[in-house]
């Protein structure tokens, strides 16, 4: 249902925030029935601009014009957006785990009359809006028990119901495996046939080619390009890219000269049980080993143990009846405890950094000293001159950008909330440090930088397991590549020789004996 008929213009939008403008003079046009990409770096101003749109920064807030089917807009809240038919459904799901699928869909937009919610009409609508999503669910189903693919549905779901006109998705499939990533853009591609307008922000680039109509890009608050995605010279990841960090990156990953020096750490039979379904190995034996000054990749499908094999090493915060050894330098080391763990000489960046690496409440300066804040204590007095010296130290050399170390970090960008993640771990002095999902949900001009920090950390004669679901990302920044399966190694194989035909070879194997 593509035409050529305007259905949003945003014209000359100025956002400020404490004196510093976020949107500088921004233009935005979307046609009716299209789904229109919105590109940039983390920090760019993508989703301010979207929180304009969708009344979260209400009429006032911000100089310039929103027209949406023809009307001016002044939107103050959502419910203004929303009564308009603009829906958005942002990055972090705002569903309640403790209410069910059909209580979520409708919440605020309950069915009923005279105040009273008509259950059996609000079951029956809502299985109708998940069968349209392709959620064959219960309606009466928790969220809390649905997976965050079948999640993301639900909020489909929850936009469907308010009778959507412009759907709005910011980083629809950040979270999400490939399966559920390419069924969410089928899904897609089905509203897109029914007349629904999209707005995708996203920083894959693979999958804006795949899906969006036209493509526009934001650099540093201001519009700086615009691609009709189905010209007939085609666009390249290479040119939105130019455009999205002001240079070009003829080469994602940065040039590395590796120096492996001896063997620092060995995971020997480690095993994992879940921790309701304790009969259930999640992990199966793994035998991992890791040398000073190299980049070890851990890669593996969705639900392989990847994550659950680090955090059990790394403290035992997960799983039950853990079982095998940890060897540092070949001696046994104790990391039964995030305690101990550290005092061995581990460091775990987690893969949610916002609910597992960071304090979101606090500033840099915390989070940054929190996992070793002895370090800054003298009689049980933080001094704070020498914590500021640290810290700010850290912020230089990682390149964090905010305006100093006391900004609250849920103020700063994706990419720079995961420097100080990464700087908060630096800061303990690990040999071994463990990433998981280091880059996920990083525009590329972020991700050089975070490739750039752990080559320099390797170079130090550190050890790093890193976990990624991109292999690309695996076979250009790593030394050697272990593939795990239904939490068992399966493969292991050097960086330069393996391929991504290779490895999913190996990650979609069963029960095979490791290799060593």
Known sequence: M?????VLRMTHIVKEFSGVRALDDVTLEVSCGEVHAICGENGAGKSTLMNVLSGVYGHGSYEGNVEFLGEECRFRSIRDSEAAGIVIIHQELALSPFLSVAENIFLGNERGNA???DWRQTRKQARVLLEKVGL???PNTKVSDLGVGQQQLVEIAKALSKDVKLL???EPTAALNDDDSQHLLELMRQLRLEGVTMIMISHKLGEIAEIADSTSVIRD???VGYFDMHRPEGVTEDQIIALMVGRSLSNRFPDHETHIGTEILEIRDWVVHHPIDTTRKVVDGANIVLRRGEIVGLAGLM???RTELAMSVFGRKYGTEVSGEVYKDGELVDTSSVAAAIRAGLAYVPEDR??????LIQDIRINTTSAALDKVVNRHVIQSRKESKIVEGFRKQLRIKASSIDEPVSSLSGGNQQKVVLAKWIYTEPEILILDEPTRGIDVGAKYEIYQIVQQLADQGRAILMIS?????????CDRIYTMSQGRITGEKKGSEATQEVLMKLMTKERVRETR
């Open 2 to 6: 593509l035409t050529n008929e305007v």
């Open 115 to 117: 105040g009273i919610v």
């Open 136 to 138: 064959y669910v219960d």
């Open 168 to 170: 709005i998705l910011d």
């Open 221 to 223: 608050g201001r519009t």
């Open 303 to 305: 639900g392989a143990g």
């Open 354 to 359: 916002k609910s597992a690496g960071l304090n």
């Open 469 to 477: 679901s991109e292999l690309p990302e695996i076979l250009g920044i």
